[in-house]
């Protein structure tokens, strides 16, 4: 039920109409889906996309200033981190969640070894996560997982092969629809 739509930071002439996208969906998905704005690095990204209708702020980074100011545009805070400092500066920087990353490459054990001593933090798994690893993320203690490449495949989009993309929501729904955890 969350859509993210991504800023393309060597493509500044770009952000506007990545605003507008941002604008259209928040407005056809009203009450159906959640929208927000992914790969916003600084404050005025942060802006663009709220006053565009966004709900939520994704960043590949843990930078203290875009969380507190997307924190005071009163939206939903997910910066990225991998590394125990990088997840404790983001949350105490007042960040909602923070996004794991690259989170297929660190693996199921990598993601128990840092709860561990941080189950404080809401983690979610980005990066590398599919039908066939998604369970095992969650079972392993992350609240949820971020999907991208493989659910929105660029080459099935170009091609209008549009049932393979339901096809694979389909799977990882499937995938996860009976994993117990606790948000």
Not at 52 to 73: L, M, Q
């Amino acid at each position: 039920r969350l859509m993210e739509v991504t800023f393309a930071l060597n493509r500044p002439e770009l952000f506007p109409e990545t605003a507008q996208t941002i604008r259209s969906l928040a407005r056809t998905f009203h009450g159906r889906a959640i929208i927000g704005a992914g790969t916003v690095t600084n404050p005025m990204l942060v802006d663009l996309a709220a006053d565009a209708g966004a709900a939520f702020i994704v960043s590949p980074d843990a930078n203290p200033e875009v969380i507190r100011h997307t924190k005071a545009r009163s939206l939903t805070s997910i910066p990225g981190a991998m590394t125990p400092t990088e997840i404790l500066s983001a949350d105490a920087a007042g960040a909602d969640f923070v996004k794991l990353f690259p989170a297929g490459e660190l693996g199921t054990s990598y993601v128990k070894a840092i709860l561990s001593p941080i189950s404080h933090v809401r983690l979610l798994a980005v990066g590398g996560v599919g039908a066939d690893n998604a369970a095992a993320f969650l079972r392993a203690g992350v609240t949820g997982v971020g999907v991208g490449g493989n659910l929105v495949n660029k080459q099935w989009i170009a091609e209008g092969a549009f049932e393979k993309l339901t096809r694979a929501a389909e799977e990882l729904t499937a995938a996860v629809r009976d994993v117990s955890f606790i948000i």
